[in-house]
Nanobody, 121 residues
């Protein structure tokens, strides 16, 4: 599976941004698609995940602000980020898996390149 992410950029605190990630290739291995992020000097952390049948999981830090969706017809996952905070600044990467563990946080086999999200205060 190849994953191509787009979106991101610079936004002021309180603003919104949208990310998208399209899967190609062995899309049968992308029943789960997710977003992770990594801030400078920090470990990569889970953001949100969505299944083919629309089950979703969110990190507590983004619940109520971020929304993950997917369009199964074109194997694309979206992340709508609202009410952004400076602490949301990170490189965001998408991932795909046939099956996941730990409430969508583990088990990803395929990773896309990251896209930078910067939130200014």
């Amino acid at each position: 599976v190849q994953l191509q992410a787009s979106g991101g950029g610079l936004v002021q605190a309180g603003g919104s941004l949208a990310l998208s990630c399209a899967a190609t290739g062995r899309t049968s291995s992308s029943d789960w698609m997710a977003w992770f992020r990594q801030a400078p000097g920090k470990e990569r952390e889970f953001v949100a995940a969505v299944s083919t049948w629309s089950t979703t999981y969110y990190a507590d830090s983004v619940k109520g602000r971020f929304t993950i969706t997917r369009v199964n017809a074109n194997y694309t996952v979206y992340l709508q980020m609202n009410r952004l905070k400076p602490e949301d600044t990170a490189v965001y990467s998408c991932a795909a898996a046939g099956a996941v563990r730990n409430w969508g946080r583990e088990g990803y086999d395929y990773w896309g390149q990251g896209t930078q999200v910067t939130v200014s205060s």
